[in-house]
């Protein structure tokens, strides 16, 4: 069974930058797109940036437009989240997911990985 595995988290001050891994296990692993979001304590979990696995189209939301970047390698079944310019309002756990298939829901989650930005 596949499963995602979030890393690269951790305390850094207010304009750093981190890049987060996220390795799906299995040989077999296929996907539509993957995601990164994100959920603040007492909020709900957001979404951050998706990109498909195969063309590589990628969306943003408004908040990490022009800071956040997703990536993937293929190759290594990963995909990235290269966060620059880093906000204490981008303190949150941060998961990775992925859409099995076109238009249906993000049905396979990582455990997270803890991101705080110190002010």
């Known amino acids: 069974q596949v499963q995602l595995v979030e890393s690269g988290g951790g305390l850094v001050q207010t304009g750093g930058s981190l890049r987060l891994s996220c390795a799906a296990s299995?040989?077999?692993?296929?996907?539509?797109?993957m995601g990164w979001f994100r959920q603040a304590p007492g909020k709900e979990r957001a979404f951050v940036a998706d990109?498909?696995?195969?063309?590589?189209?990628?969306t943003y939301a408004d908040s990490v437009k022009g800071r956040f970047t997703i990536s993937t390698d293929k190759a290594k079944n990963a995909v990235y989240l290269q966060m620059n310019s880093l906000k204490p309002e981008d303190t949150a756990r941060y998961f990775c997911?992925?859409?099995?298939?076109?238009?249906?829901?993000?049905?396979?989650w990582g455990q997270g990985t803890q991101v705080t930005v110190s002010s």
């Open positions: 997911s992925s859409q099995t298939r076109r238009g249906g829901a993000y049905d396979l």
């Open positions: 990109i498909t696995w195969s063309g590589g189209s990628t």
């Open positions: 299995g040989r077999t692993f296929s996907t539509y797109a």
